[in-house]
């Protein structure tokens, strides 16, 4: 993906954007014209000249395609416009572009796709109402069974530029080129995953502040998080970059939250200790060099352990097994200041009960749902009207703490601020325990003093990056391992932006 801005728009701020670029002297034609030139770019960039078939719908989405058709005829490619509403008369800027086309335009056929090297597809763009139904979806059908490449106008037709599903029959584009901002539907899943490549183009809709609630969210980047990971002062000592307790499982589900536990190390903490119950004690010893372990019998001394080794953040969860004693030990540490990371088992305990749960969790907390636990942590919010990140949003403000909505497109949220949706995740950390090693980089970075929304977006991060580095094959252990390498080369990234920043007063 070419991400451009980091702001992700609603289809209604991109609008208004349009609009006040109106204002300021670019009328709606211009910016048409330059957004049907930023594809023609995009296609000249990536393909030979080719017979290209542009789909062009009733509304302006279909005006960009009769730019596109001059645009790529002009570059001496072989077009062909094909109508795919015939009786629908265009308007305004569609109808000015329409009128500039002065080659044929053929209404929809059998033959449409015929010797199709290249699709544009200029049928809807973010105007989309309904599901496209009888011709238009049978259409949509046909070019994505047609094998040629498919170039998506601003989003591929049959999605919803504010959500994450598309809406009936949609395109299955090698190329999205969109305007000004990202949308939701571009981001989410499974919406993302018919956009292809993503280029957002700057169509000269000059800079201002969005009106509240047109920047729906960002995107989750170093840029946000410019302290963490901390590089340390020189004097630094152990004691100074953060101690991190973590509870081990039951003797036979110890890994995973040894997992954890070396996350947080990997992640800067100064000392990571396992509170084990006594019968796994032994097994976590034999696993563990650098992390302390200390054994506790029941809450009690639990929360004693927790003060005498003078815990500056806690991850919970990680396979600990869902019990009673898991639940009041999740509630006792609750009570105490320190930020706590709750995950896994520490979450599932609480579905039959949330309301248990959240009335207890504070603004510097981080629980770390994926989509079966946070459909029971928070009913009615998910699989509803409300997109991942809107959901995501009303789950920080009913839960009073930090949210990590995980998954191919996961959307950190906490009360009062915007959102943030990660893209750097690999599909190669769909495998058992990468989530123990978020919740203890999460749980390491809080323990150093990380303010706990950037905490969980920096160890988001670096953990696709963790993923994207590793790639195919990769097992959950080995994640912590390559972040030395990763937090090296951000920090060698900072270092030479800022000194360019220096130089040039930027
Ligand atoms: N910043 C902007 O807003 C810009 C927008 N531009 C283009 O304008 C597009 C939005 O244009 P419009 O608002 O005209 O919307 P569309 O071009 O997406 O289409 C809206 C039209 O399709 C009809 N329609 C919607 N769903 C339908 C369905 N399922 N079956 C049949 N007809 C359906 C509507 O009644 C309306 O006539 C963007 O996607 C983009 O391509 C660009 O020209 C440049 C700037
Ligand atoms: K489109």
Redesign the pocket.
């Known amino acids: 993906m070419t991400p451009g801005p980091a702001e992700i728009f609603s289809?209604d701020g991109?609008?208004r954007?349009?609009r006040h670029?109106s204002g300021h002297g670019r009328s709606?034609w211009v910016?048409?014209q330059?957004?049907?030139r930023s594809v023609v770019d995009a296609i000249t960039a990536r393909w030979s000249p080719r017979q290209t078939v542009i789909f062009v719908?009733?509304?302006?989405?279909?005006?960009?395609g009769f730019?596109i058709a001059n645009g790529l005829s002009d570059a001496g490619w072989p077009v062909r416009v094909v109508r795919v509403?015939p009786d629908?008369n265009w308007t305004?800027?569609?109808h000015v572009?329409a009128q500039h086309w002065a080659g044929p335009v053929n209404g929809l056929g059998p033959d449409s796709l015929s010797g199709a090297g290249l699709i544009v597809d200029?049928?809807?763009?973010?105007?989309?109402?309904?599901?496209?139904?009888?011709e238009?979806a049978e259409l949509i059908a046909a070019i994505n069974a047609c094998g040629a490449p498919v170039v998506a106008?601003?989003?591929p037709?049959?999605l919803n530029?504010d959500r994450g599903e598309p809406?009936?029959e949609a395109v299955e584009a090698d190329l999205t080129v969109?305007?000004?901002r990202l949308r939701p539907a571009h981001l989410l899943q499974p919406s993302r995953q018919f956009c292809g490549k993503i280029v957002c183009a700057d169509?000269g809709?000059p800079d201002h502040d969005p009106p509240e609630g047109d920047v729906v969210a960002r995107l989750n980047h170093p840029a946000l998080w410019p302290d963490w990971p901390e590089t340390g002062a020189a004097d630094t000592h152990k004691h100074r970059k953060g101690r991190l307790a973590v509870l081990s499982g039951p003797a036979k589900s110890t890994g995973a939250a040894r997992m954890a536990a070396v996350a947080g190390l990997r992640a800067g903490a100064g000392l990571v200790t396992m509170l084990t119950p006594p019968g796994a004690a032994l097994v976590n010893a034999n696993h563990l060099t650098e992390v302390m372990i200390r054994s506790f019998r029941d809450v009690e001394d639990f929360l004693t352990g927790l003060d005498a080794i003078r815990a500056t953040a806690a991850v919970l969860g990680p396979a600990a097994g869902k019990s009673d004693a898991l639940k009041q030990i999740v509630i006792a540490a609750l009570s105490r200041p320190l930020p706590v990371v709750l995950d896994g088992d520490a979450l599932s305990v609480f579905c039959d009960d949330p309301g248990h749960l959240l009335g207890h969790l504070r603004d510097h907390d981080v629980i770390t749902p994926h989509a079966g636990e946070f459909e029971r942590l928070f009913p009615g919010l998910s699989g509803t009207s409300l997109n991942k990140i809107e959901a995501a949003r009303a789950a920080a403000d009913r839960a009073g703490c930090v949210v990590v909505f995980k998954g191919a497109d996961s959307v950190i949220a906490v009360p009062g601020r915007t959102p943030r949706i990660n893209t750097n995740a690999s599909p190669a950390l769909a495998t058992a325990g990468t989530g123990d090693t978020l919740a203890g980089l999460i749980g390491g970075l809080l323990a150093q003093g990380a303010p706990a929304f950037d905490a969980a977006s920096a160890a988001v991060w670096l953990h696709g990056e963790a993923g994207l580095r590793l790639g195919s094959g990769l097992i959950a252990g080995e994640l912590a391992d390559v972040m030395p390498a990763i937090m090296q080369d951000l920090a060698r990234r900072r270092r030479i932006a800022a000194v360019r920043a220096a130089l040039i007063g930027g």
């Open positions: 289809v991109v609008r954007a349009d670029a709606a910016l048409m330059t957004a049907g719908g009733p509304g302006n989405n279909g005006g960009d730019v509403f629908r305004g800027d569609a572009a200029a049928i809807f763009g973010t105007g989309l109402s309904r599901s496209p139904e009888g238009a106008v601003d989003i037709s049959g530029g809406q009936g969109t305007f000004h169509i809709i």
